[in-house]
């Protein structure tokens, strides 16, 4: 069956960067769309960038400018490249997967299979 396995969270101070990685296992669909969530304390989860299979991208228009998603195919494995971080991108990080090309839709009830988060505090 298909596993998802964030890494890369921790602390960082304010202006920071960090880099997210997601590791696939266990799937080969030939379209796909993987992508990045996170739910900040108390509130609900929420997209911040989504890539699939033709490399096609989407972003959450308040985060574009600042967070960048990629893919390595070769290693399975997905990544988020978060700069100028601030207190308010604390949150859990979660990456997903779904069959299908994006199509520019970021929306969390479409994916099914989800890693198990990880942990950014920004200080």
């Known amino acids: 069956h298909v596993q998802l396995v964030e890494s890369g969270g921790g602390t960082v101070q304010a202006g920071g960067s960090l880099r997210l990685s997601c590791a696939a296992r266990?799937?080969?669909?030939?379209?796909?769309?993987m992508g990045w969530f996170r739910r900040p304390p108390g509130k609900e989860r929420e997209g911040i960038a989504v890539?699939?299979?033709?490399?096609?991208?989407a972003y959450a228009e308040s985060l574009k400018d600042r967070f960048t998603i990629s893919q390595d195919n070769a290693k399975n494995t997905l990544y988020l490249q978060m700069s100028s971080l601030r207190p308010e991108d604390s949150a859990t990080y979660y990456c997903?997967?779904?069959?299908?090309?994006?199509?520019?839709?970021?929306?969390?009830?479409?994916?099914?299979?989800w890693g198990q988060g990880t942990q950014v505090t920004v200080s």
């Open positions: 997903a997967v779904r069959l299908g090309r994006c199509s520019g839709n970021i929306l969390e009830k479409f994916f099914g299979v």
């Open positions: 890539i699939d299979s033709d490399g096609d991208t």
């Open positions: 266990g799937y080969t669909y030939d379209t796909y769309c």
